[in-house]
């Protein structure tokens, strides 16, 4: 899913850097105003299982690569603004060090997969949680939905930035049911991988799903 150097016209690689630099000035707010001290440790251990596991790629012809992103379990476990500082370390290191994903297109990439996958994954199971209750089929069936949600918006985003940009080959037409398909289909393992680790966590130790405390609030 990372969009290399050369994918994006200036146009959609402004725009979406615009997105970026507008909610992390928000989500750096939110960081300082709400975020427990103890909680700080968890990005950079949660960061670094992600970056492992975003190191598995697999192209896609007409797209551009397919990989277990992990935006949904930081937005869970972290809530939406540690989520997405947690999950922007791990995209700016494999840029800048890995070449994994462009820093013209930095924005395009922090935007699907630090914002957009975190965003609604912490959505849809925060909501479920108010709305049924902190049981366990409901913590595992939320977490999936998140995972396989946030995954597929993902890919759905990246499909359209892509496929709107004149400098790559191919339309949105192409681009669009490529990311978004294959992103479906990989989703459905990031959904129960996700779910996993989250009941796993409710079990042990609660403490840890900022989602259940309402922190972002």
Known sequence: ???????????????????????????????KDTTIPERISLVSVLAAGIFAAQMLNWPLPGGTSLHFVGGALAGIMLGPWLGFLSMSLVLFVQALVFHDGGITTLGANVLNMAIIDVVVAYFIYRTSIRIFGPKHSVRATAAFLGGWLGIMLAGVAAGLEIGYSPSFPFGFWVTLPVMAIWHT????????ITASTILYLARRAPQLISSEAGEAE
């Open 1 to 31: 899913m990372h969009i290399p150097d050369g994918f994006l016209d200036i146009t959609v690689a402004t725009i979406t850097y615009i997105m970026f630099f507008i909610f992390g000035a928000y989500a750096t707010k939110r960081i």
């Open 185 to 192: 289909i990989l989703g459905i393992i990031e959904g129960a």
